[in-house]
């Protein structure tokens, strides 16, 4: 069975940083692209960054623009979102993800991710 966990989430001023954690159980994040998606009440799950398997290749959101940076350590099976330069508009529950089969690109679809955690707050302040 599948788990992931995110941490790192809180309440941040703009301007501020973040490093959002998400350690993975059941899969190994070394055969498996991963991604990073948030959402706000009333609004779908959006894209944020992806990574692929050995963390050679990250794809990010367009309003990214340069100030977020994704992450993995496959020896921990854990991948990073850091967040710099946060802004009122990132405000969102963040949740991490698999890619649904082993060896598969990243991806900005949320269909393609199978498993997803619980996710993690981050509330910046203006």
């Known amino acids: 069975q599948v788990q992931l966990v995110e941490s790192g989430g809180g309440l941040v001023q703009a301007g501020g940083s973040l490093t959002l954690s998400c350690t993975v159980s059941g899969r190994t994040t070394n055969l498996y692209a991963m991604g990073w998606f948030r959402q706000t009440p009333g609004k779908e799950r959006e894209f944020v960054a992806a990574?692929?398997?050995?963390?050679?290749?990250?794809n990010y959101a367009d309003f990214v623009n340069g100030r977020f940076s994704i992450s993995k350590n496959n020896a921990k099976n854990t991948v990073y979102l850091q967040m710099n330069l946060l802004e009122p508009e990132d405000t969102a529950l963040y949740y991490c993800?698999?890619?649904?089969?082993?060896?598969?690109?990243?991806?900005?679809?949320?269909?393609?991710?199978?498993?997803w955690g619980q996710g993690t707050q981050v509330t910046v302040s203006s």
């Open positions: 990574i692929s398997r050995s963390g050679s290749i990250a």
């Open positions: 993800g698999t890619r649904r089969h082993i060896l598969e690109a990243p991806s900005s679809s949320r269909a393609d991710y199978d498993s």
